[in-house]
């Protein structure tokens, strides 16, 4: 049934029609006529009828509303990032564990809702505390908490008291969904600077990763699994190296996650003779990468080692040297050694050029100064360390105490990006740094919640990934928070409008299984 117009004549009338079927034939016949249409436009009749009808269905009245006498009153809230990020936390057994501890600690707010809050505002707005304390109101939640600015400061206090007991929870809810086994894990470290004096063991002067030596810092470890998502973290003093925070990190993954045989895949930094030997003493298998330039023995011995490489895949080439126990394995991208060579050699054409002009200018220069020699008072081009440049070209060595295939420890290796990846976001997507808290409890509680936010990051990525889409972050938070709750008020009726989905929004609701709203419902 529907109105179309129908002409006689000159004259045009609107008529109320309906479609009926007669054998196989659909026909229409005329109802109602309801008069001509420009004397029911003049005269408001139109209107008044087709408000007469609005009134019979609650969808129409919702959508034709309009404001009489103050009857209608509305609000807007974000509710996109809100429902898939709440699903993505429930699924990942988050509600439940912290839930669960809750009860146990008898905490009287609600722990869990803060959290999960913290760890929203990091995922979408960032700032403080007191920031997400004020934007939770923004966000639409049917079941919002009454949460103030105290006790989102409280929930950083309890979270760095019941961190490790959350992390081994994951591992163990993670385990039981889905039969995984830890064996291989990856391992690297950041730095974190404060402003101003930091917490009180924490915040020591050390070096910076993020090149700010006049600010104090903590160091963050983080390790991950084979399949890329974060297993645990871990904090200490902004004076301690990598080489020490490895031997750290060993044995409490062990202890806490009661596994038996594990691998540890870490970057050339971690690398020290003691380090090895402490990895074997405590039956840790292990993929470490070399310092090329700096290992005497891989710079005299493995490179200089003859074998013919073998193609892993686009771009990346292995080839095994035995030295006596120990195991090395050479891996070349021919890409890399490609650009090295084209630099170096324009780098000489630049260096030969400086040096017609003004070679006292140069020998100050870092960039230059390894390929340049003085002799008899002459400033020359250094062949011999240009040659021995040259083998390191596109190259990295690895070593390990496996018995994995060459091209596996290989690969494997290359998987470590997943970690500098992992605090490429910690650091700056989800803007962890720079840390403005003064207690430690407080620090952990902070990082610890972007750490979370980082495990739902990875997991809507993963999902979506599996689903053939690949969008960047910054869009994915974007469309998510474009999909708004809008509430009118209508006579005493309340009805939830959902707006319009933009970009991958809707894809994100199909990554996690969830359930779009409906566009009108009463409330």
């Known amino acids: 049934m529907f109105v179309r117009k129908k002409k006689s004549g000159p004259r045009t009338y609107l008529c109320i029609v309906e479609n009926y079927r007669e054998g196989k034939k659909v026909k229409q016949r005329t109802i109602a006529n309801l008069g001509r249409i420009e004397h029911l436009q003049e005269s408001g009749k139109l209107d008044a009828l087709i408000k007469s009808f609005a009134k019979f269905s609650q969808n129409i009245a919702v959508l034709s509303a309009f404001r009489e006498d103050n009857s209608l009153s509305c609000w807007s809230k974000e509710w996109g990032s809100f429902l898939v990020f709440r699903r993505l936390w429930e ?34 707005e960032k700032g403080s505390d007191l920031q997400a304390s004020r934007w939770q109101k923004r966000v639409y939640d049917p079941q919002q908490s009454q949460l103030r600015y105290h006790h989102f400061i409280r929930a950083m206090e309890h979270m760095s008291e019941i961190k490790e007991e959350i992390e081994e929870e994951l591992f163990r809810y993670e385990r039981d969904l889905f039969s995984t086994e830890l064996d291989l894990v990856f391992f690297d470290t950041t730095s974190l600077y404060f402003e101003g004096k930091g917490p009180e063991g924490l915040a020591y002067f050390g070096n910076s990763k993020d090149y700010r030596p006049s600010c104090k810092q903590m160091i963050i470890g983080v390790v991950m699994r084979r399949d890329g998502r974060p297993l645990c973290c871990e904090f200490w003093p902004g004076n301690m190296s990598d080489i020490e ?17 594990v691998i540890l895949v870490c970057e050339r930094g971690m690398v020290s003779r003691e380090n090895i030997r402490f990895l074997e003493k405590e039956e840790f298998g292990y993929i470490l990468g070399v310092r090329l330039r700096k290992v005497k023995r891989v710079k005299r011995d493995v490179l200089a080692r003859s074998g013919r490489y073998r193609e892993v895949k686009e771009n990346l080439k292995v080839k095994e040297v035995q030295l006596g126990e120990e195991r090395y394995i050479v891996c070349l991208n021919p890409e890399e050694e490609k650009r090295d060579k084209d630099k170096r050699k324009q780098l ?6 400086k040096l017609k002009v003004s070679p006292s200018r140069i020998i100050t220069n870092r960039g230059y100064k390894k390929y340049l020699k003085i002799a008899k008072g002459a ?4 062949m011999a360390k240009i040659e021995e440049e040259a083998r390191f070209d596109g190259k990295f060595v690895l070593t390990t105490n496996t018995e994995l295939p060459a091209e596996e420890v290989a690969v494997t290796y290359k998987n470590l990006l997943q970690v500098e990846w992992a605090f ?17 409890e407080n620090t952990k509680g902070h990082i610890f919640c972007s750490y979370l936010a980082l495990l739902l990051v990875i997991e809507l990525r993963r999902r979506l990934k599996e689903k053939g889409e690949i969008a960047p972050w910054d869009e994915i938070i974007r469309d998510l928070r474009s999909l708004q709750a809008i509430k009118i008020k209508i006579d005493g ?20 299984g969830l359930k779009p709203p409906p566009q009108i419902s009463q409330m």
């Open 91 to 124: 699924n990942l057994g988050l509600t439940e564990i912290i839930k669960r501890i809750q009860k146990r600690k008898k905490v009287e707010f609600n722990l869990e809702k803060a959290l999960f809050y913290t760890v929203l505002h990091r995922l979408t």
């Open 424 to 440: 490429r976001y910690l650091k700056d997507i989800l803007e962890t740094r720079p840390v403005y808290h003064h207690r430690a």
């Open 493 to 512: 009726k309340s009805f939830l409008l959902r707006s319009d989905f933009e970009g991958v929004a809707h894809k994100c609701f199909m990554a996690v």
């Open 348 to 353: 000489i054409m630049d260096l030969e050029e």
């Open 245 to 261: 925070s490895l031997k750290k990190v060993v044995g409490r993954i062990k202890q806490r996650f009661s596994i038996q045989q």
């Open 379 to 382: 400033v020359k081009l250094n």
